[in-house]
C-alpha cells in the first residue's frame, strides 16, 4: 500500500471504526486499535508507515503526541485534586523515579538487556499514558478521587518519563565520549525553563488574548493548534522530547485560567485527539517488524510480569502512604498502569539510534516496549471494571438519572426509581425545594448545576441520563444543551418543550429531547400529581407482554422509559427506541383509575400540602434567623 493519501484514509477509517465497535461491545478501545495495527503492520504486511512517511514519521509522531498531550492538560483543574494533591504530588516526584531505577535493574538482571537500554528503557516505562488512560476511565466510570490520580498521574508523567528517557540517552553519549557532560547539564537546565516558564507564559498570554476578546471566536482553535506545534517544536530544539512538557505545562495553565469558550475548545480538542489517538496506535502498531516480535524471548515475558506485579505496587505502595487514600484506592492505582503512544513513539526514536551507535540490542528495546504496552493494555483495559466493581470504587454499577429542579413531580419519580434500584439524584439551587426531596429520602444536590463546583464536585461519571425539570423552560434548555455533549444528546430531556409559535420556539439545535410528547408543563405535571397520578413500575413477561400492559392502562397513561434486564435504560421519546420486550420493567406515569381511589388520594394530596407550606414555613424561618 504504497499511496500515501489511501494510507492515511485506511488508518483513519479503521480507527474510527474500531471506536465504534468497541463502544458498541462496552470493550476497550484501545485493545482494538493494536490488534488492527498488528493485521494491517507485522501481520499480513499491508503497510509500515515509518518506513512510507520517512524522515516526515517522528515529526508527525512528536506533534500529533503533543497535541494529545495539551488536549490532557486541558481537562486538569486544581480544583478537582484538592484530597488528592499529596498522593498525585508524591506519585510523579517520588515513584516515577523510583520506577524508572527499578525498571532499569528488572531490565538488565531480567531482561538481559544491556545497561545503556535498560536504563533508557526504564525511563520510557515510567509513562502511563493519557491516550490509553482517558477512554479505560470513560469506561470504567470509578469514583472521582482515584479516576482523578490516574487522570493526573498518566498526562503528567507522560512528558517526566519522555525527559527521564532524554536524560538516560544523553547521559549514555556522555559516558562515551559523544557528548559533553556540561553540555548536557546546561541543555536540560535550558530546557526545563523553558518547558515550565515557557508552557506558563504562553498559557497565559493566550488565556488573556481569548479572555479580552482580542481573537475571534473561529480562530480561537486554529490559534491553539498553532500554539502548540510552535512551543512543542521551539522546545525540542533545545532538548529532544522537551517539548511534550512544554505543552503539557501549557494545557494545565489554561485549565485554571477563566476562560469562558473553553468548554467549546476543549470539546474541539478532544475530538481531534480521539483522531489522533485512532490513527498513532495504528500507524506505531504497523510500523512494528515481525522480526522484532520474534525476537522476543522467555526473559521479556518475565520482565513484564516484574513490571506489573512488582515495580508498580512497591513505587505505589511506598509513595502513597500517609497520603489519606485507604488501601482499595492504593490497590487499584498500583495495579492499573497502562503504557501507551508516548512510550512506543520514544521507544521507535532511541532504540533506532542505539543501534547506530553500536548498542548490540537497541532494537530490542522497541519489541519490549511493545511488549508492555500491548500487555498492560490487555491486562488493565479488561481487569479496571471488575476490580473496581469488586474493590467498590465504581461510581454506579448501573446506568443512574440526574433530575434537576425538586418538585412534587421529580420527588415522585425520583422516589419510583429509588424503588427499582435506579441511581437518581436531585440537584436544585432553592432550598426550600430541595428541602422536600431531603424529607422524602432522596439524594440530593443543592447548588448551581451549572456552576464549577458542580462539576468537580458532583460526580457526573454516576449518571447516564439527565432531566431538567425546573419551572423555567429556557433554562431546562440551556441545561441540556450544555450536559449533552457530555453525558449525551440522546441522554438528555427536558420538559415543558410544545411546539408552540414559530416566533416562540426556540432553535432545534437547543435543549434535549422532550420528556412527554406532546410536552407537558411544570404546572401542569405538578397539577396531575396532586390530582393523583402516580409513577408506576411494570415488568413484561412471557404470559403478560406490552399489549396486555396497555390493555391495562388507561389511555393517558404515558409511558417514560423501561429498564433492560441488563440495567440500560431507554427513554420512550428517543427516536428507535422501539418498544418494552419481555423482561423489561416499564416505568409509567399513570392517572388513578377509579373515583374512589381519587377520593383517596385528594385528601392525601390535601394533607401533604398542608405539610409542604408547614416545612417550607419553618425552612424559611430557620435561615431568617440564621441570616
Do not use: C
Not at 138 to 160: F, G, Q, T, Y
Not at 280 to 293: D, G, K, N, R, V
Amino acid at each position: 500500500m504504497s499511496d500515501l493519501a489511501f494510507q492515511i484514509a485506511v488508518i483513519g477509517f479503521a480507527g474510527i471504526a474500531a471506536q465504534w465497535v468497541a463502544w458498541k461491545l462496552q470493550l476497550p478501545a484501545i485493545v482494538l486499535l493494536l490488534a488492527v495495527g498488528l493485521v494491517f503492520g507485522p501481520f499480513t504486511g499491508m503497510m509500515n508507515p515509518a518506513a512510507d512517511f520517512g524522515e516526515l514519521y517522528t515529526p508527525l509522531v512528536s506533534t500529533a503526541v503533543a497535541i494529545i498531550l495539551f488536549e490532557g492538560g486541558l481537562t486538569l483543574n486544581f480544583r478537582e485534586i484538592r484530597e488528592t494533591s499529596v498522593a498525585v504530588r508524591r506519585i510523579v516526584l517520588f515513584s516515577g523515579p523510583m520506577v524508572w531505577v527499578m525498571t532499569a535493574l528488572a531490565a538488565h538482571y531480567v531482561g538481559a538487556l544491556s545497561w545503556p537500554t535498560s536504563m533508557v528503557l526504564g525511563a520510557l516505562l515510567v509513562v502511563t499514558g493519557p491516550t490509553v488512560i482517558m477512554p479505560l476511565l470513560r469506561n470504567a466510570k470509578l469514583k472521582s478521587r482515584p479516576a482523578s490520580i490516574l487522570r493526573w498521574e498518566a498526562i503528567v508523567n507522560d512528558p517526566v518519563g519522555a525527559l527521564f528517557a532524554v536524560v538516560a540517552f544523553e547521559g549514555y553519549l556522555v559516558l562515551h565520549g559523544n557528548h559533553e557532560a556540561e553540555s548536557l547539564v546546561f541543555s536540560l537546565f535550558l530546557a526545563l525553563i523553558l518547558a515550565i516558564g515557557g508552557g506558563i507564559l504562553a498559557g497565559k498570554a493566550l488565556s488573556w488574548l481569548f479572555a479580552r476578546g482580542h481573537s475571534p471566536e473561529y480562530l480561537k482553535a486554529p490559534i491553539l493548534f498553532a500554539a502548540v506545534v510552535a512551543m512543542n517544536a521551539l522546545t525540542n530544539m533545545v532538548l529532544e522530547e522537551a517539548g511534550l512538557l512544554t505543552v503539557t505545562v501549557m494545557g494545565i495553565t489554561m485549565a485554571n485560567s477563566k476562560i469562558s469558550s473553553l468548554s467549546e475548545l476543549r470539546r474541539f480538542k478532544e475530538t481531534i485527539t480521539i483522531l489522533l489517538v485512532s490513527g498513532l496506535f495504528i500507524a506505531l502498531t504497523a510500523s512494528l517488524q515481525m522480526e522484532t516480535l520474534l525476537s522476543l524471548q522467555w526473559e521479556a515475558l518475565f520482565f513484564i510480569l516484574v513490571v506489573m506485579a512488582v515495580v508498580r505496587p512497591i513505587a505505589i505502595g511506598l509513595a502513597t502512604i500517609g497520603t489519606g487514600l485507604d488501601w482499595k484506592e492504593r490497590l487499584l492505582v498500583s495495579w492499573i498502569a497502562p503504557r501507551g503512544i508516548v512510550a512506543v513513539a520514544v521507544a521507535g526514536l532511541f532504540g533506532a539510534t542505539l543501534t547506530d551507535l553500536g548498542v548490540a540490542d537497541g532494537q530490542q528495546m522497541i519489541a519490549y516496549t511493545f511488549a508492555v504496552v500491548a500487555m498492560t493494555i490487555f491486562l488493565h483495559g479488561f481487569s479496571l471494571g471488575p476490580l473496581s466493581r469488586l474493590l467498590g470504587l465504581k461510581a454506579a454499577n448501573r446506568p443512574g438519572i440526574l433530575l434537576v429542579g425538586s418538585s412534587p413531580f421529580t420527588i415522585s419519580f425520583a422516589k419510583r426509581l429509588k424503588t427499582d434500584e435506579v441511581p437518581v439524584l436531585i440537584a436544585d439551587d432553592n432550598w426550600v425545594h430541595i428541602s422536600e426531596a431531603r424529607y422524602s429520602e432522596v439524594e440530593t444536590w443543592y447548588g448551581e448545576i451549572l456552576s464549577e463546583a458542580a462539576h468537580h464536585n458532583l460526580n457526573l461519571a454516576r449518571f447516564d441520563h439527565l432531566v431538567a425539570a425546573t419551572d423555567n423552560d429556557a433554562y431546562n434548555a440551556l441545561i441540556t444543551t450544555d450536559f449533552a455533549p457530555e453525558i449525551g444528546r440522546s441522554n438528555v430531556f427536558q420538559i415543558g418543550r410544545s411546539g408552540g409559535s414559530e416566533r416562540r420556539s426556540m432553535n432545534f439545535t437547543i435543549g434535549g429531547l422532550p420528556l412527554f410528547k406532546p410536552g407537558k408543563t411544570y404546572p401542569e405535571l405538578n397539577g396531575m400529581i396532586d390530582q393523583g397520578w402516580v409513577f408506576q413500575s411494570t415488568r413484561l413477561t412471557e404470559e403478560f407482554d406490552y399489549e396486555d400492559f396497555r390493555a391495562g392502562r388507561p389511555e393517558e397513561a404515558e409511558v417514560i422509559l423501561w429498564i433492560k434486564p441488563s440495567g440500560a435504560i431507554v427513554f420512550s421519546t428517543v427516536e428507535g427506541a422501539g418498544l418494552p420486550q419481555e423482561g423489561d420493567r416499564i416505568i409509567s406515569f399513570a392517572p388513578p383509575r377509579l373515583a374512589r381511589d381519587r377520593e383517596k388520594i385528594e385528601k392525601a394530596t390535601t394533607t401533604d400540602k398542608v405539610k409542604r407550606e408547614e416545612r417550607a414555613r419553618h425552612t424559611t424561618e430557620v435561615m431568617t434567623n440564621k441570616a
